[in-house]
T-cell receptor, first 116, second 119 residues
């Protein structure tokens, strides 16, 4: 069955430090992969997406993610975290994406706290 | 371009009642999906609509239903509410078109959600 695993429930980093959030997926076909961010009480904002091509994807707010097919991973990175990055981050895989139907399978999320 | 809008933002209902939530997609988007978010189960897919037709449905009981109108606006309805239906209901829209291969236009953009509390 398709699934997305985010191993870290909660991560705390210092402001200015680098960040890596892990995401592993299980899906038989070519995956479409996404990272979304959610601030408290808000909806989901798209950070970046991978459909094909270059495996290093750039997103908004200085985030990037690297797709590694051999490891079934799509980890999110940021070289220097800002206090405003504190939020919950969700990795998702698109199932049967495109054409006839499509829905997203989400990981459980990683909550990021930023220390001053 | 305006984003996905959802109304109302907050709702309080009692067990046994029914509720209707509304979603207006981004202009030009014809595909609308609904998700339920709870602390225990996380984000779960409810259903997806395109051109007034339900194309895909998640594993939820029949109390959960939806529809889409000719202007692509969508509603979801939950009948006979249970305490466990308390959740954030998120709507997402995309430019997805049936019969075409997948690509970046299929990206789903989410609204702010409707927070439903069942007492």
């Amino acid at each position: 069955a398709q699934s997305v695993t985010q191993p870290d429930i909660h991560i705390t980093v210092s402001e200015g430090a680098s960040l890596e959030l892990r995401c592993n997926y299980s899906y038989g076909a070519t995956p479409y992969l996404f990272w979304y961010v959610q601030s408290p009480g808000q909806g989901l904002q798209l950070l970046l997406k991978y459909f094909s091509g270059d495996t290093l994807v750039q997103g908004i707010k200085g985030f990037e993610a690297e797709f590694k097919r051999s490891q079934s991973s799509f980890n999110l990175r940021k070289p220097s975290v800002h206090w405003s990055d504190a939020a919950e981050y969700f990795c998702a895989v698109g199932i049967n994406y495109g054409g006839s139907q499509g829905n997203l399978i989400f990981g459980k999320g990683t909550k990021l706290s930023v220390k001053p | 371009k305006a984003g996905v809008t959802q109304t109302p933002r907050y709702l309080i209902k009692t067990r046994g009642q029914q509720v209707t939530l509304s979603c207006s997609p981004i202009s030009g988007h014809r595909s609308v999906s609904w998700y339920q978010q709870t602390p225990g189960q996380g984000l779960q897919f409810l259903f997806e609509y395109f051109s007034e037709t339900q194309r895909n449905k998640g594993n939820f009981p029949g109390r959960f239903s939806g529809r889409q109108f000719s202007n692509s606006r969508s509603e979801m309805n939950v009948s006979t509410l249970e305490l466990g239906d308390s959740a954030l209901y998120l709507c997402a829209s995309s430019f997805q078109i049936p019969g075409t291969s997948g690509g970046p236009r299929d990206t789903q953009y989410f609204g702010p959600g409707t927070r439903l509390t069942v007492l």
